[in-house]
């Protein structure tokens, strides 16, 4: 399964400096499973979740995204986070 290629700091720190391409580019957004641990965790009180799934709307309705799920197989399908497969099915209902 893929990892986190950057963490939850930087990505609220690249939202910050207006660095939207390299934020795009982050596997991170697709990788978060939206556990909220990150939220939990913060001592600013960010609510880091809810900022990554916010970076994925945007990027959907941009018909952007990481995931081409009827591309994927059933094996690959079961790897990834949950969040990952909604987030690629939203696509197709709106």
């Avoid at 009827?70 to 986070?81: A, G, I, S, V």
């Avoid at 969040?83 to 690629?88: C, N, R």
């Amino acid at each position: 399964m893929s990892q986190m290629d950057i963490l939850p700091n930087q990505i609220i720190r690249l939202a910050q400096l207006g660095q939207q391409e390299d934020l795009f580019r982050s596997k991170a957004i697709w990788v978060c499973a939206s556990c909220m641990t990150c939220n939990t965790r913060c001592p600013k009180g960010i609510n880091i979740a809810e900022v990554l799934e916010a970076v994925r709307q945007i990027l959907l309705r941009g018909s952007h995204d990481h995931l081409n799920i009827q591309t994927l197989t059933d094996n690959r399908k079961e790897e990834l986070p949950p969040i990952a497969l909604i987030s690629s099915i939203r696509k197709l209902t709106s």
